[in-house]
């Protein structure tokens, strides 16, 4: 199990940033696989902003966890007004909010547990966004998983909406796989190996990728077969 957790990790254009408008990226999917084309044209310009790689954005993607974007954002803005935002949230003043605020705010026993440990760790580790900013995909992923309660989709929630790095495939993610049975009208969700598989002609745009597999459940009902 840890082998291919480790394989299905790596990134072949570490540690490079996605262009603001990836032109190239889209130009290469839309060749590579027609049907994702299809949902390229529907549903518009790429969208990832990108934002700095804190100890906030860190906590903000364990917040995520096995949630909604709604429910997780309404933990996360209760836990910013406790403990801080990316300008503010140090180890520090996050190990100074009381267990039972953190689960007041929203936050499970695991998750407070979690970044809790995250904190210690960041500041064990001596870590920065400088210094985050510059390791590969899979060192980052590798360093922060040693954290309990961190798995490879966190670190890869960081990736994309922080770092914008260009080919990481969130196989994990429930969206992603939901997106992709929609997108190649499977009768049942394809497993994490399945996706790995699908995904080889995406390299090495698969963040990309993977972003128009999560907007393509935002769309109407539509055939993409066609």
Known sequence: MASARRESTQCAVT?????AVPSKALADLRAADPRLGRVID???PFEVPGKPATLYQFCRAVLGQQLSTTVA???ADRFRGLA???GTLTPASLLMVSDESLRTAGLSGAKTRTVRALAEFWAAENLSTERITALPDEELIRLFTQVKGIGPWTVKMVLIFCLRRPDVLPVEDLGVRMG???LDGLAEQPKPADVERRAEIWRP???VASWYC???LKLPAE???R
């Open 205 to 207: 745009w698969r963040t």
């Open 42 to 44: 529907r549903v518009g």
């Open 214 to 216: 999560w907007q393509l």
């Open 15 to 19: 540690p490079r940033r996605l262009p």
């Open 84 to 86: 801080g935002d990316d």
């Open 73 to 75: 954002a309404r933990i």
């Open 223 to 225: 055939d993409t077969q």
């Open 180 to 182: 992709l049975q929609r």
